[in-house]
């Protein structure tokens, strides 16, 4: 059974940085890319970012570019996004997922559970 599992979320100001965390069990990250989506309220859900162990970063949505940085530590099949000059806007519910192709949520077949992120003053 695939099971992945978001954490880290949190309360930032606008501005800070924060970093959420995938762990991944009954998968490989060699299996296929895992990405992050988010929905933020009322709004649709939005792919992030995608990664595959072979080619490293293979997908950033245009509203996160330059901000967010996806990596894996492979050995601990876990799963990261780094997150920084972060807005109000960036207030969401974070998943992490798999299979992951161009930001595509038509593509998922496992969705974690979320971790809300607030970001507000």
């Known amino acids: 059974e695939v099971q992945l599992q978001a954490s880290g979320g949190g309360l930032v100001q606008p501005g800070g940085s924060l970093r959420l965390s995938c762990t991944a069990s009954?998968?490989?990250?060699?299996?296929?890319?895992i990405g992050w989506f988010r929905q933020a309220p009322g709004k649709e859900r939005e792919g992030l970012s995608c990664?595959?162990?072979?080619?490293?970063?293979?997908y950033y949505s245009e509203s996160v570019k330059g901000r967010f940085t996806i990596s894996a530590d492979i050995a601990k099949n876990t799963m990261y996004l780094q997150k920084s000059s972060l807005k109000p806007e960036d207030t969401a519910v974070y998943y992490c997922?798999?299979?992951?192709?161009?930001?595509?949520?038509?593509?998922?077949?496992?969705w974690g559970q979320g971790t809300l992120v607030t970001v507000s003053s």
């Open positions: 009954g998968v490989s990250f060699d299996d296929y890319a």
């Open positions: 990664i595959t162990t072979s080619a490293g970063p293979t």
């Open positions: 997922a798999a299979p992951c192709y161009n930001g595509d949520s038509d593509f998922v077949g496992h």
